[in-house]
């Protein structure tokens, strides 16, 4: 879901936004939204859910989880800042 709101968000974010910091709160806001939301998820189905085959196992703390999310977080940072640059290129005109 993190993976998901970051290839559709952040780059549209950094493009059509015109301020730095409107762009990356934007994103900012929209991914910890879906990140609490996908991990209160996970996290329930570990511990009380009915699968088989739960995300998490309860007695383990999930470090590689963390480390995936702090790195889509920081991609799609890099994906706003892409955004801004591709905008800025495709205002500036081109000198003949």
């Given amino acids: 879901m993190i993976a998901v709101v ?3 968000l952040a780059f549209p974010a ?6 730095r910091l409107a762009a990356n709160t934007t ?3 929209a991914y910890l939204w879906a990140f609490v939301f996908q991990t209160l998820y996970l ?3 570990s511990f009380g859910g009915t699968s088989e ?3 998490f196992e309860p007695q383990d703390f999930p470090w590689s989880y963390g480390l995936v999310t702090l790195l889509i977080f920081g991609a799609g ?3 706003v800042e892409f955004g801004r ?3 800025t290129r ?3 005109p081109v000198a003949a």
């Fill in 6 to 8: 970051t290839i559709l």
């Fill in 77 to 79: 940072f890099g994906l």
């Fill in 53 to 55: 085959n739960p995300a």
């Fill in 27 to 29: 994103y900012a806001i």
């Fill in 90 to 92: 495709r205002r500036v």
């Fill in 14 to 19: 950094g493009y059509y936004f015109s301020s």
């Fill in 85 to 87: 640059r591709v905008a």
């Fill in 43 to 45: 996290t329930l189905d």
